[in-house]
């Protein structure tokens, strides 16, 4: 089968390789050791599979790996910097919004494009609603996160 | 792994086009929001593949000359949302796009696919019947103009030819100037959903006349439509109770809902005449007119 050399940024650290045309990013990252990008429905609808890419949140598993050619891909891991939490997970945990947890690093990247986009704005309980609509929790039943992503707003 | 049998990146729209004539199987991959959840579940008519992400002038969304607004192909759903020229003269489009899955899918996901795949329920078809969408096609032949108008032509199937490419489309002036539009998409949930019934209407007022309807549903029959009988019953008259409701029975005339497991045919008869005239009237609000 094809393949394509590609060139791209994960959590700051540059990469080249080959990739197979018929990859997912889902599962090149996956292959590269960032295991926070989860395999959940595989179809677009639970959002476990979260990344940005260029700062835009997508489903990594409907995207193939070498759509990432020249783009600086970002995953829960690379948050932490320095051994310290970023804005939005310490949210996560002050708020106790994580219980299984399969599905956090999906919303935490989420919840962090959310907010760089709308960065300065009174933001209602609505709103944020309408902003994670594409990640599924089965644990929390959201107010938690809903909550989190509050509390990140107001310390980011 | 996708299973793809074949492959290929296009270079150019020419490339793009010369690839899909030469291959009858050969199916274009945009957003690979349907394409790849297709391939996901072992579609074998998605195998061959003409990638057409590397063709950055189909990304754009501009005003021509003309004062005709233009959307590429590959413009994605969240990109054309957020655009000024979108927001100020053809707001109905964002408002349309948001209600489409969530904001990942909507990063994803183009306008292109969503009306060249076909699809019954597609959030942006009522938008673009009303609107009168001009779609720029290229193909080994060369360029053509079609309209929105007879482009569907059954679930899941269009006019479009082996060998075509959608470059983009193209709202003329006399299409949106002076119109309100609205849209309404009822769901069983408030988002990640496809649509039970989609209605949208655009009306242009005198006084509190309305000269001119244009409504459209999705999910009332076999391909989106626009609603002619409805439409020439409300032409010229004023919004009252009795003119909304001899519209809701011409409408009749328009739609060919069916039972399927997301809905009976006469929920969604139901549903089509209370939508109609909801968007009707919410669109005579916007023009400032009396209803």
């Known amino acids: 089968m094809q393949s394509m050399d590609i060139k ?9 390789m080959t990739v197979d045309v018929r990859k997912s990013l889902m599962d090149l990252l996956r292959e590269l050791g960032y295991t926070s990008v989860k395999h959940g429905c595989g179809v677009g609808e639970c959002g476990a599979c979260t990344v940005l890419v260029d700062d835009i949140a997508i489903d990594s598993c409907l995207y193939l790996a070498t759509w990432a050619n020249n783009t600086e891909i970002r995953t829960t891991e690379g948050e932490c910097r320095d051994g310290k939490l970023s804005p939005v997970q310490d949210a996560y945990v002050e708020e106790g919004a994580v219980q299984c947890g399969f599905c956090t690093p999906g919303l935490i990247m989420t919840t962090t494009s959310f907010l760089e986009k709308n960065k300065g704005k009174e933001l209602t309980r609505e709103e944020i609603k309408r902003g994670h609509a594409g990640n599924l929790c089965r644990c929390t039943g959201y107010q938690t996160i809903i909550n989190a992503v509050e509390t990140a707003s107001k310390n980011g | 792994m996708f299973p793809i049998e074949k492959y290929h990146y296009a270079e150019s729209v020419k490339d793009a086009v010369q690839a ?32 057409i992400n590397g063709l950055g002038e189909l990304k754009e969304i501009r005003m021509d000359r003309e004062g005709s607004i233009c959307i590429g192909s590959l413009a994605t759903f969240t990109e054309i949302m957020e655009h000024e020229l979108i927001r100020k003269h053809v707001p109905v489009i964002a408002e349309s796009l948001a209600t489409i899955g969530g904001p990942q899918v909507r990063n994803c996901g183009t306008m292109g696919g969503n009306i060249c795949n076909g699809a019954v329920s597609a959030d942006s078809a009522c938008a673009a019947l009303i609107h009168e969408f001009d779609l720029v096609i290229e193909s080994p032949a060369g360029e053509r103009v079609e309209s929105i108008n007879g482009f569907h032509t059954g679930p899941g199937r269009t006019i479009l030819q082996k060998g075509d490419l959608l470059k983009y489309f193209c709202i003329r002036p006399d299409n949106y100037k002076g119109f309100s539009a609205v849209y309404h998409k009822y769901a069983m949930r408030g988002a990640m959903d496809i649509a039970t019934i989609g209605s949208g209407a655009a009306v242009k007022m005198n006084g509190d006349i309305v000269e001119t309807l ?29 003119s909304l409701q001899t519209m809701a029975n011409a409408l009749e005339e328009d739609v060919m809902p069916r039972t399927s497991w997301r809905a009976s045919k006469e929920f969604r008869l139901h549903l089509i005449r209370t939508l109609a005239k909801k968007v009707i009237r919410q669109a005579v609000e916007n023009q400032g007119g009396s209803c």
Do not use: W
């Open chain 2, 214 to 242: 244009k409504l459209a549903f999705t999910v009332a029959a076999p391909t989106p439509i626009r609603c002619r009988n409805a439409e020439k019953a409300m032409e010229n008259k004023t919004i009252t109770e009795e």
């Open chain 1, 8 to 16: 791209l940024t994960i959590n700051t650290k540059k990469y080249e």
């Open chain 2, 20 to 51: 899909l004539a030469a291959d009858g199987q050969s199916k274009i991959i945009a957003g690979g929001t349907d394409v790849l959840v297709r391939l996901h579940g072992g579609n074998a008519d998605y195998g061959s593949l003409i990638d």
